[in-house]
């Protein structure tokens, strides 16, 4: 299996504009997570499925964001209109089963900067 | 207020020597824990698992500990050598279930 696959590796946009981040979890996984990291926040949690079902929405971090996993094996992560202090790497990350039984498979991440 | 905390300070060790890291938590109360290994530009891979029954748990070189009186975790890698050089991540889940929580990293380095 290739792994968590994320496109784009990198993006560069401007203030206002829409980004949109897409994820190919790990075939058969029936969890699937988005992070976002920063030096200043690290690791933090956005929203995660199971089943393509939001689970916890909790961690996003206002009305621009929002997510979608339209089918098993892709979901997207869009920011809307984009700000500067978006800018951080965005994972996405899949697991088969809860997180107790084992682990989560991260992919490359998505380097995000908005100027 | 839930906390999770790693050493912010980057460890610098020999290469031979074992590195010591640890992961204090609180106002969790987790069934377990999780250590992941994340290198410069790449996303996390995960390492060893262990839970509130398992007082240790080791896997090659690499050992983790669990106290849940101290709510601590220790991880410990022997005989470590400069490939091990990376940023160690702990992580449980949160009281309400389902949302695994990161601790912000601990960069170790091993020199020759």
């Known amino acids: 299996d290739a792994g968590v696959i994320q496109s784009p590796r990198h993006e560069v946009t401007e203030m206002g504009q829409e980004v949109t981040l897409r994820c190919k979890p790990i075939?058969?996984?029936?969890?699937l997570f988005w992070y976002r990291q920063t030096m200043m926040r690290g690791l933090e949690l956005l929203i995660y499925f199971n089943n393509n079902v939001p689970i916890d929405d909790s961690g996003m971090p206002e009305d621009r964001f929002s997510a979608k996993m339209p089918n098993a094996s892709f979901s997207t992560l869009k920011i809307q209109p984009s700000e500067p202090r978006d800018s951080a790497v965005y994972f996405c990350a899949s697991s088969l089963g809860r997180m107790n039984t084992g682990e989560l498979f991260f992919g490359e991440g998505s380097r995000l900067t908005v100027l | 207020s839930q906390k999770i905390e790693q050493n912010s300070e980057a460890l610098n060790i020999q290469e031979g020597k074992t590195a010591t890291l640890t992961c204090n938590y609180t106002n969790y109360s987790p069934a377990y824990l999780q250590w992941y290994r994340q290198d410069p530009g790449r996303g996390p891979v995960f390492l060893l698992l262990?839970?509130?029954?398992?007082k240790e748990k080791r896997k090659e070189r690499l050992k983790v500990t669990f106290d849940t009186t101290l709510k601590q975790s220790l991880f410990h890698i022997t005989a470590s050598q400069p490939a091990d050089s990376a940023t160690y991540l702990c992580?449980?889940?949160?009281?309400?279930?389902?949302?695994?929580?990161f601790g912000q990293g601990t960069e170790l380095s091993v020199k020759p």
């Open positions: 992580a449980l889940e949160d009281n309400q279930g389902g949302k695994l929580i």
């Open positions: 075939s058969g996984h029936d969890y």
């Open positions: 262990i839970r509130e029954n398992e």
